[in-house]
């Protein structure tokens, strides 16, 4: 099976399972149309596949790792409609489409993103059903350190703060590891978790995929300013117009691109440890050269 259709399977087993989340749930005004809305708009659906490949990496059963895998897109939705809000980013697309808070208004959108982020950890705890106590402890916790303060939202704050300001390369470092990386790292970690993983092999999953982290934003950057709005399916010149510090702006396109080079070639070696690794190789070379 080749990468692209390795990670479309894995794919489709994530899409079917997000379908399913909150079928049956009694509708209270809008609030699960919204949560829907944005959570099964497509996008790449890299976290929660990564989720998969980590698991089925180290010995298990990708059926055990599916709520983990959910629990994280869902983290990462929530993300998305709180950063499109008029309060942060004020985006009117997204995905292709308009923003959440453009078809259900901001408060039913700050909403949905708060039922999405508690669900994440309703459906992580699922997790119970195939797995040991311990590993959906230890797989829920992961998260929520790379979702809250010390990751994810701490990033975010950054972000903001950092607007009109010129930062370093150390300050954007930073604020991508965790607003970016944080969550990716964890998506990694939870595979590894739910196939009862070794602290070695957690080690080389998070080493892996803070650098393939970091170069999908440094990506994100470039795209930002050469892309094309109708592949991306969200605005592009927003950072420049958000007078925002990016790597794009610290290195220029032919800097960012060698940073990719040698993030991307650092992601593979950080594999070392596994003998069948074609997948996650193959996966950071296909995101070093995404054009959306």
């Known amino acids: 099976m080749t990468v692209r259709e390795q990670y479309d399977a894995d794919k489709a087993l994530v899409e079917a399972a997000l379908k399913a989340a909150f079928r049956g749930r009694q509708p209270h005004a ?8 944005s959570l099964l708009a497509g996008g790449k659906r890299l976290r929660p596949v990564l989720t998969l490949a980590c698991c089925r990496l180290c ?3 990708v059926e055990d790792a599916l709520p983990f895998a959910c ?5 990462h939705t929530y993300s ?3 950063d499109d809000l008029p309060c942060m980013d004020d985006d009117d697309l997204r995905r292709g489409r308009p923003t959440n808070h453009k078809v259900y208004g901001e408060a039913t959108a700050v909403l949905a993103g708060d039922g999405l982020l508690t669900a994440a950890f309703e459906i992580a705890l699922t997790a119970s059903d195939r797995l040991p106590a311990e590993r959906v402890l230890a797989g ?3 998260l929520a350190k790379a979702a809250g303060a010390a990751g994810m939202v701490g990033g975010q704050a950054l972000d903001m703060a950092g607007e009109g300001r010129a930062l370093t390369q150390p300050d954007v470092e930073e604020l991508q590891r965790l607003k970016t990386g944080a969550l990716i790292c964890a998506a990694a970690e939870m595979g590894c978790i739910a196939a009862g993983g070794s602290e070695e092999q957690r080690s080389a999953l998070r080493n892996y995929a803070s650098k393939l982290g970091l170069a999908f934003q440094i990506r994100d950057d470039m795209l930002d300013v050469t ?6 399916g969200k605005p592009v010149g927003s950072d420049a117009r958000e007078e925002k510090t990016t790597f794009v702006t610290l290195k220029g396109l032919d800097g960012c ?6 993030l991307t070639y650092d ?4 594999l070392e440890p596994f003998s069948d690794k074609q997948f996650l190789t193959g996966l950071a070379r296909e995101l070093a050269d995404r054009t959306n």
């Open 257 to 262: 691109a060698q940073m990719i080079e040698k």
């Open 59 to 61: 010995g298990g059963q």
């Open 30 to 37: 809008d609030i699960y149309d919204a949560m829907n809305y």
């Open 267 to 270: 992601a593979e070696e950080a």
């Open 71 to 75: 629990a994280v897109e869902m983290i």
């Open 80 to 82: 998305l409609i709180h």
């Open 140 to 142: 829920t916790a992961c």
């Open 227 to 232: 892309g094309d709005e109708s592949a991306l």
